[in-house]
């Protein structure tokens, strides 16, 4: 079967959108965009029971948690690789119970069951992370560009597992001169991500993305959108050290008076709602328009 026809059969936002907890006959078709590892939880029947996580991806915009348990975490565990096209039939939807904001996945997982029906393709699915042409950026321009982009730069901190509300991704840092970028790689296998050593060139293509209340980061789609450049010496970490003291800056940091209008903006805020009298409350918002 063609890769093709695989994509033909993804399961549709609007089927993973009309699923309800509790139902034991989901099906879902798509490819796997993260395997989050085998770990081992404490249950009521064993303290050590082994537990699966992986991410499942429609192509569109459907993530949905996969999660197997016992003897079907340690089957799965061996067979699943990553990006492969997998179709799963008769697993129980339950509610997600650990959710990131930043992350985009559904509020339901499945859990896969004994009965379950799971095929595993050799095949990838391919998306233009991995294929086509993208715009190669500097690190210090990203800011504000929120689109898929190529960018170099050397690994100043190494690849790491790293957990949010009950998922993981991995966690490095990119330097180029000055600047750092924070990566956030969503898919990934927790054995590969020792494979970049610290100090090594890389290139990484992925959607770079400002949030109001951080730094510029960089969000990977998977480790096989970042690749090392053999040919560039890595770094020492003397050499390291220096490099990567800033972040790139969103446009208010640029502006001065654009900090002095928010810092005034938010002083005459709290005084307004510590007001009691709406002669005190029009006071505040006059002297704020004054400064500004």
Known sequence: MSAQSFIDKFTTDEEVGGWTAGDET??????????????HVATATNPRTPLYKITVNNGSNSRVRVLFWAELAKKYSALINYRVFISI????SKINGYISPKDVVCKLCLVIQSSTDITISSLKYENQYTSGTIELKAIEDLEDVNAIVDVKGFLKQEFRQASSYGGSYASGVLVDKKVRLPLRVIGFNVAD??????GCYLK??????TPTDGPTQMRVDSLDGITR?????PLTPDELRVMGITSPKRKYDFDDSENKKRFAELH?????????????????????????
């Open 89 to 92: 039939v008769g697993a129980k």
């Open 204 to 209: 990484v293509r992925g959607t770079a993305v």
């Open 26 to 39: 989901i099906k879902f078709h798509g490819y796997v965009d993260a395997i989050e590892g085998l770990t």
């Open 193 to 198: 991500i020792r494979k970049f050593p610290k």
């Open 229 to 233: 450049d053999s040919d560039v010496i």
């Open 268 to 292: 005459y805020l709290k005084q307004f709602h510590k007001a009691n009298n709406y002669n005190f409350i029009f006071e505040c918002i006059n002297r704020f328009y004054e400064q500004c």
